[in-house]
């Protein structure tokens, strides 16, 4: 029974995992309102409907009603004034992450919350994406994905910035390490240069060990 439940529970979030990063529109339609809520910087929660947009738009501005009518009042959120939002089935929390230096706070779709090393993902727009035109034989889930491009984002509540991979690249070793440093074994691996820790292609096995551990 316990198995039964347990898988249960892990195939609930392996779908909600996959469903977060869904943009095609045989479920939600870009334009119309579904049932949301935003929280506050104090933490107060409220409940509504928000208007579902592309996955540029949503993660920088709330479109924000009280009732499932578009012709009703709407207010207009952004994102770094609010520290959690959910539309549909699109979870956002909104973490001290730029894509850059600084400390700028924006929205970023949750991919995993378990663990202390959070995942998101964090979406840019392509060049001229406004022109841009679909290809013979794309899929809109796949244009969607050249006009607005996707970054992982890596955050631990105990720091004062989320990472990419692209953090890593230069200075592995050293940073993976102080990166890891309260899980003293895995971050002697990585010191150490032991296989299967030592370049970026680690990072999910690495941060896996790392949540697994940590307490």
């Known amino acids: ?9 892990l195939f609930a979030f392996i779908s909600i995992t996959a469903n977060a990063q869904d943009w095609s529109t045989d479920t939600y339609k870009y334009g119309e309102l579904y049932k949301g809520y935003v929280i506050d910087n104090e933490g107060a929660k409220t409940e509504g409907f928000i ?16 009732v499932n009518n578009l012709e009703s009042k709407k207010t207009k ?7 959690e939002y959910k539309v549909g089935d699109k979870l956002y929390h909104v973490i ?6 600084g400390t700028l706070r924006k929205a970023n779709l949750v991919v995993d919350t378990e663990g202390c090393i ?4 964090w979406y840019d727009r392509a060049s001229s994406y406004n ?10 889930e796949d244009f969607g ?18 990472v990419t991979k692209a953090y890593f690249k230069s200075d592995f070793k050293k940073k993976m390490s102080a990166y890891t440093a309260l ?21 999910t096995k690495i941060f896996k060990e790392y949540n697994n551990e940590c307490k």
């Open 1 to 9: 029974m316990l198995l039964k439940r347990l898988a249960i529970a």
């Open 183 to 203: 899980n003293k074994e895995l971050s002697k691996k990585i010191k150490k240069a032991t296989a299967g820790y030592t370049k970026v292609l680690d990072i």
């Open 145 to 162: 994905a050249r006009k607005f491009p996707s970054t992982r984002v890596f955050y631990k509540t105990s720091d004062a910035m989320g």
């Open 51 to 66: 208007k579902y947009r592309n996955r540029w738009a949503m993660q920088n501005e709330v479109s924000f009603y009280k």
């Open 118 to 121: 959070k995942e998101y993902v």
């Open 96 to 101: 001290p992450y730029s894509g850059k230096a």
């Open 77 to 83: 959120i952004m994102a770094s004034n609010i520290s």
């Open 131 to 140: 022109k841009l035109r679909k290809r013979p034989g794309e899929t809109d």
